[in-house]
T-cell receptor, first 116, second 114 residues
Framework: ETGVTQTPRHLVMGMTNKKSLKCEQH?????MYWYKQSAKKPLELMFV???????ENNSVPSRFSPECPNSSHLFLHLHTLQPEDSALYLC???????????????FGPGTRLLVL | AQTVTQSQPEMSVQEAETVTLSCTYD???????LFWYKQPPSRQMILVIR??????QNATENRFSVNFQKAAKSFSLKISDSQLGDAAMYFC???????????FGAGTRLTVKP
C-alpha cells in the first residue's frame, strides 16, 4: 500500500529535541488527518485539514504543531515532548465532501515515536 | 458525542471457521458511515469493509460481511473461512455524514489458530 506514506517510520527523541513527522498522500484526496494511537487506548483524532485549512484541533497540546502546505502533504512538528507522548502517530487522507465510498479514510503505516 | 464500543477485547477462531466481532455505537444522527479496519502487527491500518447508514443491505467483501442493525445501533463483522492472515486488531469506527471526526472503538484482538 503506497497511497499514503509516512516518514520516518521510527523516531527516538529527547524531551528537548525538535523533530517533524511527514505524511504524503498520492490519492488525490483533499482532507488529511493526524491520529495518535497509544497502548490500550482507542485512536485519538488530533488534527484535520480540509483543502489545506485546519478544521479540527481536538485539544491537542501546543507542543504538537501541524502544517499542511498543500493537499498532498501534512507535517506534525514536535518540540519539548513528554514521555507520555510516546505512541504510534498515524496519518490518513480522504476525499471530504464527495460522499459515498470516497469518504473513507486511508491510513499511512505510521511513525512509532519514543520520547526519552 | 458519538461513542463506539467493542465489548470483546480478544477473540480467537480456528482456521477455516467463522467468527463474529461485535460493535455498538451511540449517535443521534440519522446519516453516518460505519467502518471496520484491520491493524496487523505491521501497524498499517487497512480498511476491511464500510457501510453507509442509509443503505439497508448489509455490506459484503469476499469473506467479510457485516450485520448492520440500525435501530439497535449494532454493526458486527463476520469473518468466514478464517485464515491465518486474518490475525490482527480489528477496529470498528463511526463517522457522521457531515463531519470530519471519526470515532474508533478500543479494538478486538483476533487470534487465528491453525
Amino acid at each position: 500500500e503506497t497511497g499514503v506514506t509516512q516518514t520516518p517510520r521510527h523516531l527516538v527523541m529527547g524531551m528537548t529535541n525538535k523533530k517533524s513527522l511527514k505524511c504524503e498522500q498520492h490519492l488525490g484526496h483533499n482532507a488529511m488527518y493526524w491520529y495518535k494511537q497509544s497502548a490500550k487506548k482507542p485512536l485519538e483524532l488530533m488534527f484535520v485539514y480540509n483543502f489545506k485549512e485546519q478544521t479540527e484541533n481536538n485539544s491537542v497540546p501546543s507542543r504538537f504543531s501541524p502544517e499542511c502546505p498543500n493537499s498532498s502533504h501534512l507535517f506534525l512538528h514536535l518540540h519539548t515532548l513528554q514521555p507520555e507522548d510516546s505512541a504510534l502517530y498515524l496519518c490518513a487522507s480522504s476525499s471530504q465532501g464527495s460522499g459515498g465510498a470516497k469518504e473513507t479514510q486511508y491510513f499511512g503505516p505510521g511513525t512509532r515515536l519514543l520520547v526519552l | 458525542a458519538q461513542t463506539v464500543t467493542q465489548s470483546q477485547p480478544e477473540m480467537s477462531v480456528q482456521e477455516a471457521e467463522t467468527v463474529t466481532l461485535s460493535c455498538t455505537y451511540d449517535t443521534s444522527e440519522s446519516d453516518y458511515y460505519l467502518f471496520w479496519y484491520k491493524q496487523p502487527p505491521s501497524r498499517q491500518m487497512i480498511l476491511v469493509i464500510r457501510q453507509e447508514a442509509y443503505k439497508q443491505q448489509n455490506a459484503t467483501e469476499n469473506r467479510f460481511s457485516v450485520n448492520f442493525q440500525k435501530a439497535a445501533k449494532s454493526f458486527s463483522l463476520k469473518i468466514s473461512d478464517s485464515q491465518l492472515g486474518d490475525a490482527a486488531m480489528y477496529f470498528c469506527a463511526y463517522r457522521g455524514y457531515n463531519n470530519n471526526d471519526m470515532r474508533f472503538g478500543a479494538g478486538t484482538r483476533l487470534t487465528v489458530k491453525p
